[in-house]
């Protein structure tokens, strides 16, 4: 087993005595990390699967494409502001998205569980529908496949998208430079503590809706305003504090950010309070972080601002340092900093 | 409902009073095709996905692409001559191979049950690995999800394979003609049986493998050797005859087929006895059908032994006629046809 097993995990968290799948795995924290390197990426051994991006980019035919992949196994399939469907679309054209491709076309591999209502089958699909053509994406193939009830959980999808990137720019970790900015586009958690809400049955005052919503274009406005962006992550599983901590060791840098300038939505902390949770590790599906020059920063927050919704508030959170530890600090307004590290697992399972 | 409630099915299948998903409309037979029709085509209404082909195939910088994806539920992960990562990998590598296209990239979408031993995934991984690395193949791009124990079956896993098209034949059901011959690349109905026989324990005197193989460098041979391949089809969910029916229904012609050329081996015959199936219908992973120009038959079955391993007996098994029904007739030895139907669901769940 070796490196595969995850035997030195502390509680709280289960730990595996027989080297064991546990949900932690699934999280976006250190574990399944840990899972992606040791399995995969070492077995799988090829340049484009170093864990440095949510897409890989190779060429051909004289052009630059991005390819990705993702899988859903949302819990409830139906939230407030979306369903699996949406999801599953906004989720792969922001994969592409990240490395600044326009995204093209998806595959969709559904896996449906036996006794699936089928109007509910054909609301999830009507929604693909709409969402891939509102985003001027084509679904250009499929696949079916059923099991058994009780060995499913009505429906799983899988995307995957070709995207072509039609600028000279290459977006990444990697290059990521000291004084560069951190801007995220809008508020944070929403998506998270949308489906915690449903699941738990929980009511707020104020509707929670998830912000689920493709970002292909908010990328290209940067783009085409000519902001040399530097890295592009959206921050789905683990919320912005994974995605940071990614970008932070694939670049060896530290990154400092300010814990009153994240943004996070009254009705979103009043739900991570009740429910014990920190909004910095709660999944979005329609928020990135982008990193730009400092001297870009204003003219990239007039874009992110923009482009912006009513109340979705865009913010200049942070900067990256010229400290060499790959680490992310968490500046209180006094000055004092922590560190907002990985998770080992996840606060949230069946979140996306 | 309306046209999304299969209704009109009658025994012995399930019927679904309430328009539910039944174990049938995964069997890739008639109750799939019209879930497939009426729910996914319909509502996604876009040129390439028409069913006429395992790939969608678009022009990108010049140059053309194929594109397909897969999911793959078999049950059980491992089985005679093979484990779900090596059909994950040959799957996707032959629903390409089927466009003439010359497979580059795939990607890996898993879904971990939790409990999952990783040993077993890091051996099934290891199978994808290998098996991509003797195709010549990269796996590019990756994602992980984990469900709760007893919400999947231990792994499922979509792959999403791009290839390039370099010649300049376009293949399809639509380009056959009258006077072309079926062949077939060898024996029917291993792949299957054997993972039949491994769920139900049946031991048979011969061992009975699965046929999984990446079948693309079969098809560049045919190119290579200049053969105007009209069409080819892998034999997957369902087996030859369901292939052979969505050729003929999509080209409008009805195909004959020799009951004596169909190549089935003893011990698969055996095991169908059995377990009251018909090898027909069996699926295959390492067989593919071919149309071929009339003329051109001998040499393409040349081809076909020059590249079969032992045992594997390629055989011509058709014509195609200028009969307009878009039907599938077997002919036994006594030269009386009958025809060769779509089931309505599966003979065999979980079978890939």
Redesign the interface.
Known sequence: ?GN??PMHVSCPLPH?P??????????GGSL?HE??QN??FR????P??DGSSD??V?A????R?A???????VKPLEFPGGNIGKLAVCGTINDLATSGARP??L?????????????L??RI??T??DT?KDAGV???????????R????GI?I?T?G?G?IEHDLTLGPRQIQPGDAILVNGSLGRHGMAVMAEREGLAFESALESDVAPLHGLVHALLEAGITLRCARDLTRGGLASALNEIAQTAGKTLRVSEQSAPVDPEVRDACEILGLDPLYVANEGRMAFIVPEEQAAQAMDVLMGWADAGMRPAHIGTVTDEPHGRVLLENAFGSARILDLLSGEQL??IC
Do not use: C, W
């Open positions: 087993m595969t097993n595996a027989y080297g064991q799948i546990t949900l932690a795995h699934g999280g399944m899972l992606v399995v995969f077995t799988l051994d090829n484009n699967l897409s890989a190779f051909m035919g004289g052009q494409l390819f990705t992949t993702d899988s859903f196994v093209l076309y595959s969709l591999g559904v896996i449906l569980e036996e006794g699936l209502s089928v109007e089958l054909q699909v009507q693909i529908a891939a084509e679904v250009a193939t499929g696949d079916t496949k059923v099991i058994e009780g060995n499913g959980d799983f899988n995957t070709i072509v399972p069946r």
